[in-house]
């Protein structure tokens, strides 16, 4: 009885398309937008796009199902999803949270950045090319005590009051309005940047491969960003699926959303990295290249402000989308398990995901910078390291592992098809793919990523 009851009260998606803008919102994010450029200039460019278009075929697609599957499934969130099939695998749900939230944390404090880059620049403030200028605005503005604290909380103010209007009325509501938007602002910015005297050269680097510049850290690095970019491994895709009516046809949902998140990130790049090319900038800068590099392309272009200002605005949308469904993860587990209010578990939480993002903001200045944590990193590169390197591929190898080998491949299968009804011709290979290739190659990623920090 009680459980008939609970299925009521549980929230829904309200339509499928309302449901692929929310989950396509929670994989585009800043992993597109920042990270994916960064990384392919640091990795040889095509080399890096098209090892890493294999592997979103290969892994992404297969762990996106599983996860999808597994949530819908159960209509539970992780830790309650694991625990309903087998009771002794409920801490596995409880890593993929815990990874979610902990990233959260400091997510916020990156999206309170670019508030403050929307601020700066409609107030005109990047008004220069000089690279080592930009760099000292940016060490600086980080390195802050006070300042970054408010963006950081005016950025999990925003997160906050989405979530707690629910999945149907808040998250749903919000992705319709913030993925259309973002994906015109992306095409506009991306013919800007194409259109550049010279821009050429910056798409042949993105998408002509040189595999002379491949390595085994090229493959690592890819993997990684695909459980990262496409939101793996952190239980919030089993969330996700935990809201979608029985008769969804999850075969197509788990195809949609990789593939858009894989169009985001490659627009993404076609945006960047041409203009840094143009504008004779170098694509390798690494992290900075999106608070360093851009604010400099931007001085130089033609109404670069105003373009500065759409560009950061859809970095912001993208961000949003993705921390809504990172706090998510961890609301959804506290109303399912502890049964708390909605309104309360979000406050409560999102207070907590604040005040531990406290230490990763002052850890960029002198209030925490010289205080180290693991392998001789600072607070915050400290949260980037145990939720990357050890806490996803880890959720991720025993999410694998438990659809594949505990629930069973054919279960999985038959929920994907909903009995039957939907046509999955590549459910032997996906079989394949999440019993050996993803733990294989999860568990490779999971001990390189771990080495190097016991050096
Ligand atoms: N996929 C998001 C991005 O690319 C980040 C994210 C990871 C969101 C995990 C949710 C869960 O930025």
Do not use: C
């Amino acid at each position: 009885m009680t459980d008939l009851n609970q299925k009521k009260e549980r929230d829904q998606w309200g339509s499928k398309l309302g449901f692929i803008f929310a989950a396509a919102g929670s994989a585009v994010g800043l992993g597109n937008l920042w990270k994916f450029p960064y990384l392919a200039g640091q990795n040889g460019g095509g080399v890096f796009v098209v090892i890493y278009l294999g592997l979103v075929l290969l892994i992404g697609f297969t762990l996106m199902m599983a996860e999808l599957v597994l949530g819908r499934n159960t209509q539970l969130s992780p830790v309650g999803a694991f625990r309903k099939i087998k009771q002794k695998w409920a801490w596995v749900g409880g890593i993929g949270v815990l990874a979610s939230f902990l990233i959260v944390t400091y997510y916020s404090v990156i999206g309170g950045w670019i508030i403050k880059y929307i601020v700066s620049a409609l107030t005109g403030a990047f008004n220069t090319t000089d690279l080592g200028t930009l760099e000292s605005v940016f060490v600086n503005f980080i390195g802050a005590p006070v300042e970054p604290l408010i963006y950081h909380g005016i950025f999990m103010l925003i997160t906050l009051g989405i979530v707690m209007g629910g999945i149907s009325g808040g998250i749903e509501k919000a992705s319709k309005i913030l993925m259309p938007g973002l994906f015109i602002m992306m095409v506009v910015l991306m013919v800007r940047s194409i259109t550049l005297p010279g821009a050429m050269a910056g798409v042949e680097y993105l998408l002509k491969p040189d595999f002379s510049k491949l390595n085994m850290g090229v493959v690592v690095s890819a993997l990684g960003q695909v459980f990262f970019s496409l939101s793996l491994g952190m239980g919030v895709m089993v969330t996700y699926g935990s809201y979608l009516p029985k008769d969804e046809n999850l075969v197509e949902s788990s195809l949609i959303i990789p593939a858009l998140d894989t169009i985001i990130a490659l627009l993404a790049g076609l945006t960047i990295l041409p203009a840094v090319f143009a504008l004779g900038f170098d694509p390798s800068g690494g992290p900075g290249l999106l608070f360093i590099t851009l604010p400099g392309v931007f001085a130089k272009m033609p109404f670069g402000s105003f373009f500065a200002v759409l560009f950061f605005v859809l970095v912001l949308f993208a961000a949003v989308t993705s921390s809504i469904s990172l706090l998510e993860a961890a609301v959804s587990l506290t109303v399912d398990q502890f049964k708390w209010e909605r309104k309360k578990a979000t406050i409560g939480l999102g207070i907590l995901a604040f005040l531990i993002g406290v230490p990763s903001s002052l850890a960029n200045g002198p209030v925490l910078g010289n205080m180290t944590f693991i392998a001789g990193t600072n607070f915050f590169d400290s949260m980037g390291i145990i939720t990357d390197n050890l806490l996803l591929p880890l959720a991720a190898l025993t999410l694998s592992i438990f659809v594949g080998w505990v629930w069973g491949t054919d279960k999985a299968v038959a929920e994907a098809t909903n009995g039957g009804k939907v046509k999955f011709a590549l459910a032997k290979t996906w079989s394949i793919a999440i019993k050996y290739v993803a733990p294989i190659a999860i568990g490779y990623i999971l001990i390189s990523g771990l080495i190097p920090l016991f050096k």
